[in-house]
Nanobody, 131 residues
Framework: QEQLVESGGGSVQTGGSLRLSCAVSPSTYRTKFLAWFRQAPGKEREGVARITLSGGTADYADSVKGRFTISQDSAKNTVYLQMDSLKPDDTAMYYC????????????????????????WGQGTQVTISA
C-alpha cells in the first residue's frame, strides 16, 4: 500500500521560498493525481495545487497562482511544491494527497481539490511565514 511522506517545511520570512517534497513509496505507478492541501489553525483545509502524473497537467488555487509550482520527478517517485513569494497567509500545515488505483466514491467529484477523490494522505509538514 502506497505511503506518502512530506518534507521541506520550515520557517521563512515574507517574500522567501520553500520547496516541499512528497515521496511516494513504493512508487507512483498506481497514482493518478497527487495534490497539495494546507490547513491553518481555525481554517478549513484548502487545496493549493494538483498534478496529473501521466501528463503533468497542473491545477492551482487562485490564492497561489503565479507563486507556487507543482512538479514531479518520476524516477524518484516524488512530487514537489515550489513556493515563492511567500506571505504570512501561506502559514499552514501542508499535506500531500494521492489518488491511487481505482475506487468508488459516494458522490460526484466537484473539482481537482475535492478531498473525496484522494485515498492516501501524508502526515504533513509545517510551513511558517513571518512578516
Amino acid at each position: 500500500q502506497e505511503q506518502l511522506v512530506e518534507s521541506g517545511g520550515g520557517s521563512v520570512q515574507t517574500g522567501g521560498s520553500l520547496r516541499l517534497s512528497c515521496a511516494v513509496s513504493p512508487s507512483t505507478y498506481r497514482t493518478k493525481f497527487l495534490a497539495w492541501f494546507r490547513q491553518a489553525p481555525g481554517k478549513e483545509r484548502e487545496g493549493v495545487a494538483r498534478i496529473t502524473l501521466s501528463g503533468g497537467t497542473a491545477d492551482y488555487a487562485d490564492s497561489v497562482k503565479g507563486r507556487f509550482t507543482i512538479s514531479q520527478d518520476s524516477a524518484k517517485n516524488t512530487v514537489y511544491l515550489q513556493m515563492d513569494s511567500l506571505k504570512p497567509d501561506d502559514t499552514a500545515m501542508y499535506y500531500c494527497a494521492a489518488a491511487v488505483g481505482t475506487f468508488g466514491v459516494l458522490r460526484p467529484v466537484s473539482g481537482p481539490f475535492d478531498p473525496i477523490q484522494y485515498n492516501r494522505w501524508g502526515q504533513g509538514t509545517q510551513v511558517t511565514i513571518s512578516a
